[in-house]
């Protein structure tokens, strides 16, 4: 029976799970950060490939399955899933390979069917929209140079924007300067700045604001409460946008959200991100994803493979419920 190893990789960490053809999990791990737009191609895929022996033992040696299918963060542009797939099928992981955006196993692990829109709202934000026909639009998410405003690193940024702002006096008063005061233990915003410009600080800390922002606009101070409106609105036009491009928006269609910032399920945050789509986009269902992006990278790689019906009900099945959404092994891993 053929096997697929599947593998979503994120800023915070790397999941593989090795699926038979049926749809059987037989192995599931987690490593460190995928992150090739920082440290590269090469080192990105040595994070696969030691967690991939992690998971399969050290008796594992590649080929590790039939098909690696790794939709992953840093594959936003086709060269880069060209890079990518290159490196993994000269390490020889996978028999064959195919590489895509980690929106894609998204989409794929929280519609009913192949086809749909997601938007994720993590540490960055991006979206992505399948038409039935496999026709795709999608955003090069590179950041405020490719259009992109918010997640959590963006979110954070713009509280510490207004924090130092409101004790400089150039920006209202807001509750945002006691949050990154009381966060960092500070007792000025400033300080926070100056350690992120030396470098003492890693930018990464201003994604913890977030959970603190949220409770600040839930609370009616002002300025937390536009910021949090305008994340909304970025989360709605990025899926809406990308549904229109494909003709979309006058059919039923699934959007997923996931992400951090998303699946908190923030009363505040979902409720205004519901009212957006309400008003643009009537016909669209939303829903947080049930199952990790892991489950939907492996949805694409038994695709791939031709596997029936049954074979995505069967994973399905076993991501279902899991603890920290990683099932136990059916059986014993095989490489």
């Known amino acids: 029976m053929r096997t697929v190893l599947a593998v979503d990789g994120g800023n915070s960490k790397t999941d593989v799970a090795l699926v038979a053809e049926d749809g ?5 791990g ?5 992150v090739p737009q920082s440290a590269g191609v ?16 050290p008796q594992a040696e590649p080929p590790y399955a039939d098909l690696v299918a790794a939709y992953v963060a840093g594959a936003d542009l086709p060269v880069e899933e060209d890079l990518l797939h290159d490196e993994i099928m000269a390490r020889g992981y996978g ?15 929280g519609t009913s ?6 938007v994720v709202c993590g540490a960055g934000i991006n979206a992505v929209a399948v038409a039935p026909d496999g026709r795709v639009a999608r955003y090069p998410a590179l950041g405020r140079i490719s259009g992109d405003w918010g997640g959590g690193l963006g979110l954070g940024e713009e509280v510490l924007w207004h924090a130092v702002r409101a004790e400089d006096g150039r920006g209202p008063a807001t509750a945002l300067l006691d949050v990154v005061r009381g966060f960092f233990g500070v007792r000025l915003a400033e300080e926070v700045t100056i350690a992120l410009h030396f470098g003492e600080l890693r930018a990464d800390r201003l994604h913890g604001l977030v959970p603190e922002l949220l ?10 409460r536009d910021v949090v409106e305008r994340q909304a609105d970025e989360v709605a036009v990025m899926g809406v946008a990308a549904m229109r491009r494909l003709g979309m928006l006058d059919d039923p269609c699934e959007v997923v959200l996931g992400g951090g910032v998303l699946t908190s399920r923030d009363p505040l945050l979902t409720a205004l ?16 994803a049930a199952l990790p992006p892991i489950a939907g990278a492996a949805l694409l790689g038994l695709d791939r493979l031709g596997a029936g019906p049954e074979a995505a009900d069967r994973l399905r099945d076993a991501f279902a419920g899991a603890p920290g959404g990683r099932p136990a092994p059916t059986a014993a891993p095989s490489a």
């Open 95 to 109: 028999r064959r390979a195919v590489v895509g955006n980690d929106t894609f196993a998204l989409l794929r692990a």
């Open 273 to 288: 991100v519901e009212e957006r789509y309400t008003a643009q986009a009537p016909r669209a269902a939303l829903m947080v």
């Open 24 to 28: 059987t999990v037989l192995a599931t």
């Open 215 to 224: 409770a600040a606009a839930a609370a009616g101070d002002a300025v937390a």
């Open 30 to 34: 987690r490593g460190g950060p995928f």
């Open 42 to 57: 090469a080192a990105a895929i040595d994070v696969l490939g030691h967690t991939a022996r992690l998971t399969l033992g």
């Open 113 to 118: 069917r192949p086809w749909g829109a997601a």
